[in-house]
């Protein structure tokens, strides 16, 4: 493959949108390294990107989150595919971020304000 410091690059930076984000590199490198004639080489480096590069970035991306802040996935990639678009580059932070806040902002508002039991009515009358 020409220029593998290129696409080196352009996996890293893919990388960064969860579960579909290596594929950006990976499916054109596989396409060019196919219409070259290099059947073997391009189906050798789909496997690898999949199972290998893929199934470890999308572990260690649920570990890690799970870890720090117990963001669900779905979180992150909506987050990642909204925050682009609206902040660019720095969407890939804010994006999530702004989603986390929003649904910490639900959930304190409901505990605040919520459809209050017959229990709770009891002890505010106390």
């Known amino acids: 493959m020409d220029n593998p410091l290129f696409w080196f690059v352009i996996v890293t930076i893919g990388s960064m949108i969860p579960f579909i984000g290596t594929f950006v590199g990976i499916l054109p490198v596989f396409i060019l390294s196919m219409a070259g004639g290099n059947d073997f080489q391009a189906w050798g480096i789909l496997l690898y990107g999949i199972l290998v590069v893929g199934m470890t970035d999308n572990l260690i991306r649920l ?45 304190i508002y409901k505990q605040e304000y919520g459809i209050q039991t017959s229990s709770k009515k009891a002890k505010q009358k106390l």
């Not at 890690?64 to 660019?88: A, E």
């Open 63 to 107: 570990v890690v989150l799970k870890q720090i802040d117990s963001t669900h996935p779905l979180i992150t990639l909506i987050g990642v595919l909204i925050g682009i678009p609206i902040f660019g580059f720095v969407g890939l932070i804010f994006g999530p971020l702004i989603i986390s806040l929003f649904l910490v902002i639900v959930k």
